[in-house]
Nanobody, 117 residues
Framework: VQLQASGGGLVAAGASLRLSCAAS????????MGWFRQAPGKEREFVAE????????YYADSVKGRFTLSRDTAKNTVYLQMNSLKPEDTAVYYC???????????WGQGTLVTVSS
């Protein structure tokens, strides 16, 4: 299983970015895909996940209303639309895949998002 993430970068506070993550192989309907992040000096934390089959999404309280997770089942890709970015969103964002919520089995290589104040 490979997870190829892209879309990070440097933006000003209030700006938007969209992260993408393409997964290799077949994704079963029971799979969970999403994003975690790790800020400098902090532990890795949950950001958002989607149940692949039904498309139900889950978000961390810190990003609710600003981030939107979506999926394209034909492309085996998930997208994280990040709006109204804040400096505290600065982190390496990791695409994840697993079978249970908040329990990733596979991790992508990470993409850096830097939000300047």
């Amino acid at each position: 299983v490979q997870l190829q993430a892209s879309g990070g970068g440097l933006v000003a506070a209030g700006a938007s970015l969209r992260l993408s993550c393409a997964a290799s192989g077949r994704i079963f309907s029971s799979a969970v895909m999403g994003w975690f992040r790790q800020a400098p000096g902090k532990e890795r934390e949950f950001v958002a996940e989607v149940r692949w089959g039904v498309g139900r999404t889950y978000y961390a309280d810190s990003v609710k209303g600003r981030f939107t997770l979506s999926r394209d089942t034909a492309k085996n890709t998930v997208y994280l639309q990040m709006n109204s970015l804040k400096p505290e969103d600065t982190a390496v964002y990791y695409c994840t895949r697993g079978t249970d919520l908040r329990s990733p089995v596979y991790w992508g290589q990470g993409t850096l998002v830097t939000v300047s104040s």
